[in-house]
């Protein structure tokens, strides 16, 4: 498997009321196996470099549970498998931009839907074109909106699989997407802070009400990310890079 950093993707804005094409593969797959990874990817919206697909770690439990149930989870080769999304303090403990304004945001909110984990094989490769060839796959459909500024964790909880196959997770889809309601409504990405430069300060918020569709690949970092053990848990994640909106004036 090549030793990259980044793997360029390709971002599709589908419309609101289609199906994104990794489900249709998926509803085609009804018994393949699930596993895949995911890597730092860019990808683009309105012109802005905006979001990455960070990959996904691996969490032990610290609360396993009564040996009989891990026993059982064993014996069925399933973990519980998380997906979560990150902006990175960046978006948390805010930054300079390129042009020196201290950038800081009171929330970030993002509408995530049918968000899947597979297993591929062989690994899926978006720069190849071709449609992965899925093993094994969990997906959830409805929409999760979290607020990445939120600095009570590092990350935000997306989708929760119980009970997902135990493999390696090598390519990650989801669809950002319109929040169907709360302070967010109708916006797929909202962004509400302020810039400050010197005795100047700007309020602002900075709406996308579009769909964007986003099928990544394996992760390939300083840690190995979405192997998940039998009776164990993992997570993907998926990472939204502001400062490539931005400009990060430290870099």
């Not at 030793?3 to 009804?30: E, G, H, V, Y």
């Not at 899925?134 to 500024?149: E, K, R, W």
């Not at 009570?152 to 196959?165: D, E, G, N, Y």
């Amino acid at each position: 498997m090549p030793d990259i950093p980044f793997l360029l993707f390709r971002a599709s804005k589908p419309s609101r009321n289609s199906s994104p094409s990794w489900l249709t593969w998926i509803n085609q797959s009804a018994s393949s196996p699930l596993g895949f990874t995911v890597k730092a990817i860019l990808v683009t919206m309105g012109g802005l470099g905006l979001v990455g697909l960070g990959g996904c770690s691996t969490i032990r439990s610290s609360n396993p549970g009564s040996s009989a149930k891990a026993a059982t989870h064993q014996a069925q080769g399933t973990g519980e498998l998380e997906i979560r999304a990150n902006g990175e303090d960046f978006v948390r403990d805010g930054f300079i931009s390129k042009d020196g304004w201290a950038i800081r945001f009171e929330h970030l909110y993002v509408g995530l839907a049918d968000v899947a984990a597979l297993q591929t094989k062989p690994p899926f490769d978006p720069d190849w074109g071709v449609k992965p060839n899925i093993q094994s796959h969990v997906n959830q459909a409805p929409v999760t909106v979290v607020d990445l500024a939120d600095d009570s964790a590092p990350t935000a909880l997306v989708a929760q699989f119980p009970k997902a196959q135990a493999g390696r997770y090598n390519a990650l889809g989801w669809r950002i997407t319109p929040a169907p309601s709360g302070p967010s409504q109708g916006q797929s990405l909202s962004l509400v802070g302020q810039a400050t430069q010197g005795s100047e300060t700007i309020s602002f918020v900075i709406d996308w009400d579009e769909s964007y569709q986003y099928l990544c690949g394996d992760f390939i970092g300083d840690q190995r990310k979405g192997i998940l053990k039998a009776g164990d848990r993992a997570d993907l994640e998926a990472t939204f890079h502001f400062d490539h909106v931005f400009g990060d004036g430290d870099a």
